[in-house]
């Protein structure tokens, strides 16, 4: 059985490659656990966990939410369900490929 530890560079991977369909970057801080995620728009989301797979996304408030905002908010919320349920799954996930439909 797959622990947490070994899920999360996988999930991480994945995540990764499903941001750059959006065109969104993902920086990992210097805090364990903690991500930065920055749409074309400039908006920044901040990204952590204290348990995997219970993972907290913030809007980090830096000017004025916009209908865009919140149109990237819920494609990284839906990408963040998509690839947690993806490395959970899949008794082999090393194999995770992105040509699975969300």
């Known amino acids: 059985m797959k622990t947490a530890s070994n899920l999360i560079p996988e999930f991480e991977t994945l995540f990764r490659q499903k941001l ?15 991500y930065e995620i920055t749409t ?18 913030i809007y980090q408030p830096i000017g004025i939410r916009t209908k865009q905002t ?10 963040i369900n998509f690839c947690v ?3 959970q799954d899949n008794p082999d996930s090393s194999l995770i490929t992105l040509d699975r439909e969300n």
């Open 40 to 57: 074309p728009a400039k908006d920044i989301f901040l990204m952590s966990w204290c348990e995997f797979p219970k993972i907290n996304l």
């Open 20 to 34: 750059r369909l959006n065109n969104c970057r993902l920086k990992k801080k210097k805090q364990e656990n903690h």
């Open 85 to 87: 349920s993806s490395v």
């Open 70 to 79: 919140i149109v990237y908010e819920r494609a990284i919320r839906d990408h």
